[in-house]
T-cell receptor, first 111, second 113 residues
Framework: DGGITQSPKYLFRKEGQNVTLSCEQN?????MYWYRQDPGQGLRLIYY???????QKGDIAEGYSVSREKKESFPLTVTSAQKNPTAFYLC??????????FGSGTRLTVV | GQQLNQSPQSMFIQEGEDVSMNCTSS?????WLWYKQEPGEGPVLLIA?????ELTSNGRLTAQFGITRKDSFLNISASIPSDVGIYFC?????????????FGKGTLLTVNP
């Protein structure tokens, strides 16, 4: 079955480390997105990509980086420049109209 | 930028009661969507609306695309405990190569058995 897979489900990071969150989809969707969700808050857009080798900053891109070398993959790196990285991270994909399909999320905790 | 106001922020209801939540936008949309998110999971699409005035049902859920294209509501009838979760509205005016949804902040629904 087609879907979107995020890994790992839980991730612990030491202060000052970079970590990379994986997002893979086999839906043949052109567009992919990364969101951050904090308790009691909505979804805030970090980065998005409409096509391979191209991506745009969202509303809260500082301290994050992405790449889109393949249509299926859109990894997110949380860098040491992100001062408050503890959050729930959601990846989504879209064919360009209609709803997004979301992954099941990665919970990142700084220890 | 586009903003979505979703209300209420939270609801505490008894099993069997009906629920209504809504979203309003500062600008017109040509797509309205409703999602449900359960704890520790990603949001799942419940209903998609593409036409002003459209009324669509999915089991006990009914959603409408407002005639002004600036609002939408979601109703849940005869709530059950598994309806618990966060409900998000989302909308978009763009399509094709610049497709991006704007999300509301969510309605947290608690159902008491």
């Amino acid at each position: 079955d087609g879907g979107i897979t995020q890994s790992p489900k839980y991730l612990f990071r030491k202060e000052g480390q970079n970590v990379t969150l994986s997002c893979e989809q086999n839906l043949n969707h052109d567009a992919m997105y990364w969101y951050r969700q904090d308790p009691g808050q909505g979804l805030r857009l970090i980065y998005y990509s409409q096509i391979v080798n191209d991506f745009q900053k969202g509303d809260i891109a500082e301290g994050y980086s992405v790449s889109r070398e393949k249509k299926e993959s859109f990894p997110l790196t949380v860098t040491s420049a992100q001062k408050n990285p503890t959050a729930f991270y959601l990846c989504a994909s879209s064919p360009g109209r209609g709803g997004y399909t979301f992954g099941s999320g990665t919970r990142l905790t700084v220890v | 930028g586009q903003q979505l106001n979703q209300s209420p922020q939270s609801m505490f209801i008894q099993e069997g009661e009906d629920v209504s939540m809504n979203c309003t936008s500062s600008s017109i949309f040509n797509t309205w969507l409703w999602y449900k998110q359960e704890p520790g999971e990603g949001p799942v699409l419940l209903i998609a609306l593409y036409k002003a005035g459209e009324l669509t049902s999915n089991g006990r859920l009914t959603a409408q695309f407002g005639i002004t294209r600036k609002d939408s509501f979601l109703n849940i009838s005869a709530s059950i405990p598994s309806d618990v979760g966060i409900y998000f509205c989302a909308g978009s005016f763009s399509g094709g190569s610049n497709y991006k949804l704007t999300f509301g902040k969510g309605t947290l629904l608690t159902v008491n058995p």
